[in-house]
């Protein structure tokens, strides 16, 4: 059974850094894409940041410059380094992953993520 289990979440003042990272078990298999989603309350989900097994990154207009998303294929992990940190970053953060030409059918439990102004 294919697990992705979020790590790094926490406490943060507002300008401070935190590390995701998204560790998957159950597979060998490279997923194609693995993102980050975060959901606020009261708000609709929203992709943050998307890498191909290629290693190309695609991340959100609202973090762009401040966020930076990596995987490691080897360990089947995924990661998102956040900087300059917001209170409106506060959400729960969602790790996903999809196989080719899938939607993102796998996902993690979720883990919080709250800034602090």
């Not at 289990?5 to 998204?22: I, M, N």
């Not at 762009?64 to 209170?87: C, H, I, W």
């Not at 959400?91 to 196989?99: D, G, N």
Request: hydrophobic share 35%.
């Amino acid at each position: 059974q294919v697990q992705l289990v979020e790590s790094g979440g926490g406490l943060v003042q507002a300008g401070g850094s935190l590390r995701l990272s998204c560790a998957v078990s159950g597979s060998s298999i490279t997923f194609n894409r693995m993102a980050w989603f975060r959901q606020a309350p009261g708000k609709q989900r929203e992709r943050v940041a998307l890498v191909t097994s290629g290693g190309t990154t695609d991340v959100a207009e609202s973090v762009e410059g401040r966020f930076t998303a990596s995987r490691d294929n080897r360990v089947n992990s995924l990661y998102l380094q956040m900087t300059s940190l917001k209170p409106e970053d506060t959400a729960v953060y969602y790790c996903a992953a999809s196989h080719w030409g899938r939607p993102f059918d796998f996902w993690g439990q979720g883990i919080q993520v709250t800034v602090s102004s």
